[in-house]
């Protein structure tokens, strides 16, 4: 019986015997948001195959916590699954913009809570698949409420709940956004103190 190695550790210049390599392709589709692909690419063994994704210019997802620890999430309508959805507050870069001002940026506007401390947890790639989207991951704490600032057509509901609340949603299947099941198995490993995070004041 053949058994199965063990896990190596990630190199991005290596596994060679994996690598597709472009030859061609197109932009099929450019919309004010998606910019889609497809092109054409070198096997491992020398055949070749198209491969459809989307460009996307990365994003960021805010974990806010409260000072009785409950935590800041919000509903808000997704077309694509014809219903609204239960997420971490979350949004896309805009064209050279840093994560963390985007962070900062989109806890305000779509919740209207400042925060006084920060912390970068990591990244995750929701749909590595078709998409080249990145999202950082981001907490933060010492909320002040405020106003909103949404933009024009957005439509966002702002609540809170506790961690215990949330992972009931996970479990009842109410909760299914992946960003946000990312941020509450960061969360949890942070309060095990397995996954730390470096926070910092901010003015």
Not at 70 to 89: D, K, N, S, T
Request: aromatic letters at 8%; hydrophobic letters at 40%.
């Amino acid at each position: 019986m053949t058994q199965t190695p063990p896990l190596e550790p990630i190199d991005p210049a290596a596994d060679p015997q994996l690598v597709e390599r472009g030859v061609g392709g197109a932009q099929v589709y450019r919309g004010r948001f998606l910019d889609v692909r497809c092109d054409i690419v070198r096997l491992p063994d020398g055949a070749s195959a198209s491969r459809e994704y989307i460009v996307h210019p990365g994003a960021v997802m805010v974990v806010p916590l409260l000072d009785d620890g409950r935590l800041v999430v919000e509903r808000q309508y997704r077309y694509p699954m014809g219903r609204a959805m239960l997420e971490f507050p979350a949004g896309k870069l805009e064209r050279g913009e840093p994560p963390f001002e985007c962070a900062v940026r989109e806890l305000v506007e779509e919740t209207g809570y400042h925060a006084r401390e920060w912390a970068r947890a990591g990244v995750t790639h929701n749909a590595i698949a078709y998409s080249t989207e990145t999202i950082e991951v981001w907490f933060a704490r010492g909320l002040t409420a405020g106003p909103q600032h949404l933009d024009a057509g957005e439509f966002v509901d702002v609540a809170t709940a506790s961690e215990g609340e949330l992972n009931a949603m996970v479990q009842s299947g109410e909760l299914t956004d992946a960003k946000t099941l990312i941020g509450l198995l960061w969360l949890a490993r942070w309060r095990e103190g397995r996954w730390p995070l470096a926070w910092r004041a901010v003015s």
